[in-house]
């Protein structure tokens, strides 16, 4: 072999390695392409935060782990810019140099969000701890409970030391947790000291001096809370500074995931179960189906999340109920019921008309109800109706919405409004007692519109027919007709002889009601045999 | 040192006589590969030692506009770094309304401080003395014509936000558990 | 430039012939053969060990909390940086390799003979400090591996008897694998050893410089006239060629099968399955094969009659002139090794 011909072999070889490298090179790129695209996005600790997240990380690991992966460690706002307190407020305590609140209200989030914040506020979930002493309440603090503590039966064993029994602890447990608690600080003597004794301005700061002193703090100075209504997360908390809610019902602390909010397991925490399976219809629906199979076309992590232009695989909850789509330019809301054409949630549905104080007016008069609405059901129909026309056309909309109307209406013409009308009748003639669940028929009367009726309206709403019928309107007829009007007769027959005047106009009503076209089946069933 | 020898290293087979065209053009050719092979190589081995990655930036939240009247300043600190004086300088609610300046004088580092009572900022090192705007007017910065580096803000539905650098104590989003499984 | 090369010369007074003269020993022609270039290619990847691992200990940090998380940075985010500990570990594995052949063909064409048992002697040094070297490398990353794989190797050490306890406790830094060992283990793989090598290296080519290459001759080649060419610039050539050849290897390697990361060493969890590097399956097997001390004394044994083995060679040819048995004996071990190796590899534990 030549000497040449190894110079010539080497310089090839040199150009070989050359061209490896190149290869090296390309790699590289896409080495760093693959990672801008799967790394997290950087975040910096803000300096003002930082002393929080040196301890925090290893007291309270998970809490700085999750807001390190919250849009608001990329953005740099840290811990100081939600929890900051001011001396002056109810629950403010001074934690290594620093005054800060544990509770983080939606008037903190307002500071950023108040968009967000006046949506919310008006929207029917703000008003959720407003059953606090409702019909709902009466039920987990007395007839479950008892409003008082009372004496355990004899000594626990094992726990000596639990010489009480606490009667709300349903409520604290069962209601408050979805509906949200009225949030009270400790009491030196163990009571309560809530908004209603702080009478907070209109900053949140609270003006009554001598229900702070009150408050019973720890040896370092931070405020103790009534363990009944802390830790709480419900969606219509009654907070200290007097605003109502809690943004973490839905976007969970301490990432606030647009993500999780997005999904319908979070707004399952609460709507599911006899009274409101929203969640198990939505799961039933073509809907919930397709979201099962596409979740991971979802796009759950795009920034605006508009359904069509960054999804359109299935709608979840917030898709339809909360979230932009391109037909509404993407507006999103914090108030669900502004889509939302029939309040299902009485016993007889009602058009969602409201008022401008967003209550749902209840007026008859046509005249008069024309001049109190300040956005029409049909206004919340159409704003609905953006969102579903992004998959279906204005004409299978209308079909459908006229299949929904149809349903309602026959649900509140033929069993609640009856049943409410008879209801009616034997509580105000004091055929039955004034009081709530102490008489079958008022369980049987809750059960057919409370649970069995809104199934069956909610299954009609959201296209799963099992619940719509099997669950709902066939339980509902059920009851109406074994139950209820049997239990009404009986108690007008066996009505005291001064109630029989009474009783026999009751009687009368359900006469008049079984005459009717919808209902006279049953007597002729009964007769050709 | 060896200029002269090595040409004659490469070319001096047996017969120096038959020193030919092809002969240099080999070694050319030869020079040529290695040093485009292993030159790349020390190129690669080069921009591995450089610093990984150009100084990132971020956009990071500073204040709530409403929270800041004409005229008042703040001290913004840099996560892990230095402070930047952002002040509010008109009534509206843009970006242009406010400005954010670098605290470190551009002379030999110093912090400067913000005279509200003089309308200028003074660096107590070397008696350098900035307008408003950053701009050197006298002292070392005035004399070279130095200004304080601004920062770019930006305001959105309400809120300041300011673009700095991120490469001081940065750390992974997200929990380092979850960057662990995340590998595995 | 003249003025300046003579007064460096002044003060250097070696010039290029002198270098040259002292460097350009006669080749061989059987070493025109590149199979013959085996004693080049390790030493070739021992420079690009050096270059590469320079590279990588300026981003390396040696300690446990930092470990893995410095080489995670490397392979992920520092530029080239999977490329760099590619090279350096398939130049690794390469190395090991070739000095392996290398040594096979020196034995098996007997060049360890008279007068040439210490360099025998030194290139088997070479190889113990090239594994030791392979040992400490992977025990850096930090990964399972890396933990568990440095607690077994101290622990085989302590299975010495008499030294064993010290040596364990020497190469640890404690009883157990601590905060100190990880540094001890840096500082072997990325200052003793290397020196160590760079010094037997010397050595090693002083002396085949000084006793000149073992001249073969093959059948073809008997008519031939001159038996030698020059190392300038002829076989010098010949080595740029295999150079440039390893670094196109080893980039498409690198890159084809980069350097992976196993996961993070935990000190509570032994994985289920625990294998060191191929080069090692023949050491593990062994020691599956016998227990404790037995396993220990007999691979020390071995060791040591290979590295006696030119001697041992000489006393059997004395007994026997002419004997081919040290051919014999080397292809059984060969044999043994890759039984082994092929069983190591093939089983799960």
Redo the contacts between chains.
């Keep these: 072999?030549s000497?040449?011909?190894?110079?010539?072999?080497?310089?090839?070889?040199?150009?070989?390695?050359?061209a490896?490298?190149?290869?090296?090179?390309w790699?590289?790129l896409e080495?760093k392409k693959a990672?801008s695209g799967a790394?997290?996005?950087?975040?910096?600790?803000?300096?003002?935060s930082?002393q929080c997240v040196e301890c925090h990380s290893s007291t309270t690991?998970?809490i700085v782990?999750?807001w390190?992966?919250s849009t608001h460690?990329?953005?740099?706002?840290g811990c100081a810019?939600c929890h900051a307190a001011e001396k002056g407020d109810a629950d403010s305590f001074t934690h290594f140099g620093a005054t800060i609140a544990t509770v983080v209200t939606p008037l903190d989030c307002k500071?950023?969000h108040?968009?967000e914040f006046e949506e919310f506020t008006a929207s029917h979930h703000a008003k959720g701890g407003n059953i606090l002493h409702s019909l709902d309440n009466l039920l987990a603090e007395t007839v479950e409970g008892h409003r008082e503590p009372f004496n355990p039966h004899g000594v626990i064993p094992g726990r000596p030391d639990i010489l009480e029994v606490n009667g709300l602890a349903s409520a604290y447990t069962g209601c408050q947790q979805c509906h949200g608690s009225k949030l009270a600080l400790l009491d030196k003597d163990g009571g309560k000291i809530t908004v209603d004794e702080l009478k907070p301005d209109a900053d949140g700061k609270p003006t009554n001096t001598a229900a702070m002193d009150r408050i019973k703090k720890n040896p370092d100075g931070k405020p103790l809370f009534h363990p009944s209504t802390w830790p709480n997360t419900g969606i219509g908390r009654l907070n200290l500074d007097g605003s109502r809610g809690s943004c973490t019902a839905c976007h969970s602390r301490h990432d606030f995931s647009p993500r999780r909010a997005r999904q319908p397991e979070n707004c399952g925490k609460c709507h599911l179960g006899p009274d409101h399976p929203q969640k198990e219809i939505y799961e039933e629906s073509k809907h919930g189906i397709a979201y099962r199979d596409l979740k991971d076309e979802l796009n759950l992590d795009a920034a605006k999340w508009v359904l069509g232009e960054d999804y359109s695989a299935a709608p979840t909850c917030a898709t339809c109920h909360m979230s932009g789509n391109v037909n509404n330019g993407g507006r999103i809301t914090h108030d669900p019921g502004e889509r939302i054409s029939w309040t299902n949630r009485p016993p007889v549905s009602l058009a969602m008309d409201t008022d401008e104080n967003h209550k749902v007016i209840k007026e008859t008069d046509p005249a008069k109800r024309r001049a109190l609405i300040k956005d029409s059901a049909m206004d919340k129909r159409d704003r609905m109706r953006t969102a579903c026309q992004v998959c279906h056309t204005p004409d299978y909309l209308d079909a459908f919405y006229k299949q929904y109307d149809d349903f309602v209406v026959l649900y509140n013409e033929k069993f609640a409004k009856p049943g409410k009308d008879i209801m009616g009748a034997l509580k105000s003639r004091g055929l039955i007692s004034k009081g709530n669940f102490d008489e079958e028929i008022e369980w049987t009367w809750f059960y057919l519109w409370h649970h069995e009726g809104r199934r069956a309206r909610h299954g009609a709403s959201m296209m799963a027919p099992d619940y719509a019928h099997w669950h709902g309107m066939y339980e509902v007829a059920e009851r109406f007709y074994m139950e209820l009007i049997p239990q009404a007769q009986e108690i007008c027959h066996h009505a005291p002889e001064a109630k029989k005047a009474d009783a026999e106009a009751v009687l009368a009503l359900i006469e008049e009601i079984l005459a009717r076209p919808e209902h006279v089946w049953k007597s002729e069933f009964g007769k050709a045999q | 040192m060896t200029d002269t020898h090595v040409p004659e290293e490469e070319t001096r087979p047996e017969q120096p006589g038959r020193r030919s065209f092809l002969s240099s053009a080999s070694t050319f050719l030869m020079f040529g590969g290695l040093a485009a092979g292993y030159g790349a190589c020390a190129g690669v081995a080069g921009r591995f030692l450089y610093p990984a990655k150009p100084r990132e930036k971020a956009w990071q939240f500073v204040v709530q506009i409403k929270k800041m009247k004409v005229g008042e300043a703040l001290t913004y600190q840099i996560p892990g770094g230095e402070g930047v004086t952002v002040a509010r300088q008109g009534s509206g609610e843009t970006e242009a309304d406010f400005i954010a300046l670098s605290s470190t004088c551009p002379h030999l580092g110093c912090q400067v401080k913000w005279e509200a009572r003089n309308n200028r900022f003074f660096c107590p090192c070397h008696n350098g003395v900035f307008d408003p705007s950053g701009k050197g007017v006298s002292g070392p910065p005035g004399d070279a014509e130095q200004s304080l580096p601004a920062y770019p803000l930006k305001a959105v539905n309400g809120l300041l936000f300011i673009e700095v650098p991120m490469d001081n104590f940065q750390v992974d989003a997200g929990s380092t558990l979850k960057s662990q499984t995340r590998r595995t | 430039m003249t003025s300046l090369a003579g007064w460096f010369r002044e003060r250097f007074p070696f010039d290029g012939d002198q270098l040259r003269e002292l460097t350009n020993e006669p080749v061989p022609n059987h070493l025109k053969r590149w199979w013959f270039c085996l004693g080049g290619t390790p030493a070739y990847l021992f420079v690009v060990q050096i270059i590469t691992g320079v590279l990588l200990a300026f981003y390396y940090k040696p300690a446990p909390s930092t470990a893995y998380e410095s080489v995670r940075y490397i392979t992920e985010e520092a530029a080239f940086g999977w490329y760099i500990r590619g090279l350096h570990k398939w130049a690794a594995t390469l190395m090991i390799a070739a000095v392996v052949l290398h040594q096979l063909r020196v034995f098996f064409t007997g060049a360890y003979r008279k007068p040439r048992e210490i360099n025998w002697m030194i290139g088997f040094l070479l190889l113990v400090c090239t594994l030791m070297a392979g040992f400490t490398g992977y025990s850096l990353v930090y990964e399972q591996l890396s933990y568990w794989g440095a607690t077994v190797g101290a622990n085989i050490t302590d299975g010495v008897p008499l030294v064993g306890g010290f040596m364990k406790q020497l190469l640890l830094g404690g009883e157990v694998y601590n905060q100190n060992t990880l540094s001890r283990f840096f500082i072997l793989h990325g200052a003793v050893l290397p020196v160590a090598m760079v010094m037997l290296i010397i050595v090693h080519l002083t002396i085949i410089r000084i006793q000149g290459v073992t001249e073969l001759k093959f059948k073809e080649q008997e008519d031939e006239k001159e038996g030698h060419f020059n190392f300038f610039p002829d076989h010098l050539l010949t080595e740029i060629g295999i150079g440039l050849v390893l670094m196109i290897i080893l980039s498409v390697l690198a890159t084809v099968i980069p350097a992976s990361m196993g996961a993070k060493a935990d000190p509570l969890v032994t994985p289920e399955v625990i294998k060191p590097e191929w080069f090692f399956y023949v050491a593990f097997r062994w020691l599956k094969l016998f227990t404790g001390t037995v396993a220990i004394l007999s691979m020390g044994f071995i060791m040591f009659m290979m590295f006696l083995w030119p001697f041992i060679d000489a006393w059997i040819r004395r007994r026997k002139p002419g004997s081919e048995a040290s051919v014999w004996i080397g292809i059984l071990g060969v044999l043994v090794i890759i039984c082994l190796t092929v069983w190591e590899a093939a089983v799960a534990h």
């Design positions: 072999m000497l040449n011909f190894k110079k010539f072999i080497i310089a090839v070889l040199g150009a070989a390695f050359l490896s490298l190149l290869f090296v090179q790699m590289e080495h990672e790394a997290d996005a950087k975040v910096a600790i803000p300096a003002n930082e690991a998970g782990d999750h390190m992966g460690a990329e953005k740099g706002v810019e500071q950023c108040p968009l």
